[in-house]
């Protein structure tokens, strides 16, 4: 079994910052592509950012030059530096891990539960 969680929402101000955690324990072999999605209320769920197999960060536009993306393999981690924060980014946060769990799989995605960020004065 594969469990994904999420950790480091909160409220901040304006202009302030979060670093947002996402941890898988269990039977991981092998981590693919890791993805940081967001859902403001009222609204679809969007990616915001990923880091492919290789480290290879992408960003949308909404958050490019703010939020860095990175990771830690040894941790099974990875953590999304949010930087300049607005109220247009909150909403609720949310990772999603291809994972294999043999050597030999392919990666299955699997999805943390969700950590609220409100940016409010």
């Known amino acids: 079994q594969v469990q994904v969680v999420e950790s480091g929402g909160g409220t901040v101000q304006p202009g302030g910052s979060l670093n947002l955690s996402c941890t898988a324990s269990?039977?991981?072999?092998?981590?693919?592509?890791t993805i940081w999605y967001r859902q403001a209320p009222g609204k679809q769920r969007e990616s915001i950012a990923g880091m492919t197999v290789n480290g290879n960060p992408i960003y949308s536009n909404s958050v490019k030059g703010r939020f860095t993306i990175s990771r830690d393999t040894e941790k099974n981690a990875m953590y999304l530096q949010m930087n300049d924060l607005t109220p247009d980014d909150t909403a609720v946060y949310f990772c999603?891990?291809?994972?294999?769990?043999?050597?030999w799989g392919i990666g299955t995605d699997f999805w943390g539960q969700g950590t609220q960020v409100t940016v409010s004065a």
């Open positions: 999603k891990m291809a994972i294999a769990t043999t050597n």
């Open positions: 269990g039977t991981v072999a092998k981590i693919y592509a």
